[in-house]
C-alpha cells in the first residue's frame, strides 16, 4: 500500500496475481522482478557500521537472503516489525540505484548469501542469486 494514499501501488497489485496464479505458472512472479528491476533504487536496512553498512538478511531454508525493499517506507515498516529500530523508533537504511543494485547484492555470493527477498517480512518473495542476471537483461526494456 502507498503510504501516502493508503492504495495498492503496482507492486501490490502483482503481488496478489503471484499469490493467486496456479501451481507451476510463472508468469505473474516474471511480471513481479521486471518490476523490481526497473525500479530506480533499491533500498535496504542497514546494519553494521554507518561508514561501512551492510544489508540486513535472514536465513531461510534454501540459506542465508539479501533483504532488499522497494520503498524506503517499506524498509522503515519492515525494521520496526522485526525489531531492528533503535529506542526512539528511528531506523537506518541506505539505497543503491539501479542498475548498480544487482551488481551489489550479486557480490554477496562470494559470502555465501543464496538469495535475496522482496519487501521482507512483508512480500516475501526471493530469488536465488544465480537469477539476478536475469533482472540485469529486462533493465533494457526487453522481457528476457
Request: proline content about 8%; glycine content about 10%; overall charge negative.
Amino acid at each position: 500500500m502507498s503510504a501516502e494514499t493508503g492504495e495498492p501501488t503496482e507492486l501490490d497489485r502483482l503481488d496478489a496475481a503471484v499469490r493467486a496464479a496456479p501451481a507451476g505458472d510463472t508468469s505473474a512472479q516474471i511480471a513481479l522482478w521486471q518490476h523490481v528491476s526497473r525500479l530506480p533504487q533499491w533500498f535496504f536496512i542497514a546494519r553494521g557500521s554507518a561508514e561501512q553498512p551492510r544489508p540486513y538478511g535472514v536465513a531461510f531454508d534454501q540459506g542465508p537472503v539479501v533483504c532488499l525493499y522497494s520503498s524506503a517506507d517499506r524498509a522503515r515498516d519492515a525494521a520496526r516489525a522485526l525489531g531492528l529500530a533503535d529506542g526512539a523508533g528511528d531506523v537506518a537504511l541506505y539505497a543503491v540505484p539501479l542498475p548498480a543494485a544487482i551488481d551489489y547484492v550479486a557480490a554477496f555470493q562470494q559470502v555465501g548469501v543464496f538469495g535475496v527477498a522482496l519487501d521482507h517480512p512483508q512480500l516475501g518473495h526471493w530469488i536465488p542469486l544465480a537469477n539476478l542476471g536475469m533482472l540485469k537483461s529486462w533493465l533494457g526494456g526487453s522481457p528476457g
